[in-house]
Nanobody, 122 residues
Framework: QVQLVESGGGLVQAGDSVSLSCVAS?????MAWFRQAPGKEREFVVG????????EYADSVKGRFTISRDNSKNTVYLQMNSLKFEDTAIYYC??????????????????WGQGTQVTVTS
């Protein structure tokens, strides 16, 4: 089993930047970040291939968020810039042991972190 641990969330102001990290305990291929805002369903934010060569972003975050990974550290990062109130959510790291390219469907991912809260004041 692969365990994922997210960190880096907190309370920030609109326009601020936050960097999240997710450390995996084992091998992963495609990895992704999802988020769940209050009263909303969990949604795809961004995904990345094992190599980091291909990424996929939700339209709502494209141009503001950047995903990257360091396989030597089994870590994936999410740099979030120009944060908006609408970005307020619990952010979850997800990983798949079987797919190479990221999927927007949460069912694709077998491993999930506990989530880290990002709260953006308006």
């Amino acid at each position: 089993q692969v365990q994922l641990v997210e960190s880096g969330g907190g309370l920030v102001q609109a326009g601020d930047s936050v960097s999240l990290s997710c450390v995996a305990s084992g091998r992963t291929y495609a990895m992704a970040w999802f988020r769940q805002a209050p009263g909303k369903e969990r949604e795809f934010v961004v995904g990345i291939t094992w190599s980091g060569g291909s990424t996929e972003y939700a339209d709502s975050v494209k141009g503001r968020f950047t995903i990257s990974r360091d396989n030597s550290k089994n870590t994936v990062y999410l740099q979030m810039n120009s944060l908006k109130f609408e970005d307020t959510a619990i952010y979850y790291c997800a990983a798949s042991p079987s797919i190479y390219y990221p999927s927007t469907r949460e069912q694709t991912y077998a491993y999930w972190g506990q989530g880290t809260q990002v709260t953006v004041t308006s």
